[in-house]
C-alpha cells in the first residue's frame, strides 16, 4: 500500500473532525468515491483514500487497513475507524448478495445444511440451527467481529 504523505504535509492541508468524520480541506476537498465506494482525494496529483488520512491524523500512524466498524464506508468518524491485518478486515464483511441461507458461511448443499468457516467445513446438519450454531461458535472461538456477515 502506497504509503501517506507525512503528517506534518496534512495538517497543513487538512482539518479533521473525529466527532464527525469529516476531512476538510483548508486549499480543497474531497473528489469523490472510487469504484468501491470509498471517498478519496488527491494529494500531489496522487490519490489517497480519507479513511486512512483520518486515522492517521487522529492517532497518528500509519494503518495497515482500515476497517469501517459500522460498515458504512464513508463514515469517518475516529470511534468508527480501526486499524486491521487484512484478516482481521476480512472477518468483519457484510454476507454476500447471492447468500441463500440467510447466515454467512451456512449453505444447503445436498439436502443438508454446511457450516463452513475460512473456506473450511465444519460439517453437515439435518437441522439448519444446528449448523448455524456450529458457525457462530466457529465465529466466536476464531475471533470474529461481531458484524461479521450483518
Given at each position: ?14 482539518t479533521?473532525?473525529k466527532e464527525?468524520g469529516?476531512?476538510?480541506g483548508?486549499?480543497?476537498k474531497a473528489e469523490g468515491?472510487n469504484?468501491?465506494?470509498y ?12 479513511h486512512?488520512?483520518?486515522y492517521y491524523m ?5 494503518p495497515?487497513q ?17 486499524s ?5 478486515n476480512m472477518r ?11 447466515v454467512?458461511g451456512?449453505r444447503l448443499?445436498?439436502?443438508?445444511w ?10 453437515f446438519?439435518a437441522?439448519k440451527i ?20 450483518r
Amino acid at each position: 500500500m502506497k504509503s501517506l504523505p507525512s503528517l506534518e504535509q496534512l495538517n497543513k492541508l487538512f482539518t479533521y473532525d473525529k466527532e464527525t468524520g469529516t476531512l476538510t480541506g483548508k486549499t480543497g476537498k474531497a473528489e469523490g468515491y472510487n469504484s468501491s465506494g470509498y471517498l478519496r482525494l488527491r494529494v500531489d496529483n496522487s490519490w489517497y483514500m480519507v479513511h486512512r488520512i483520518c486515522y492517521y491524523m487522529h492517532h497518528g500512524v500509519e494503518p495497515e487497513q482500515i476497517d469501517h466498524i459500522n460498515g458504512v464506508k464513508d463514515d469517518n468518524r475516529s470511534d468508527n475507524l480501526r486499524s486491521v491485518t487484512f484478516t482481521e478486515n476480512m472477518r468483519n464483511v457484510k454476507k454476500r448478495a447471492d447468500n441463500s441461507s440467510g447466515v454467512t458461511g451456512v449453505r444447503l448443499l445436498r439436502n443438508k445444511w454446511e457450516a463452513r468457516l475460512s473456506n473450511k467445513s465444519l460439517g453437515f446438519f439435518a437441522d439448519k440451527i444446528d449448523a448455524i450454531y456450529a458457525r457462530y461458535y466457529a465465529e466466536v472461538d476464531a475471533g470474529y467481529h461481531t458484524n461479521h456477515g450483518r
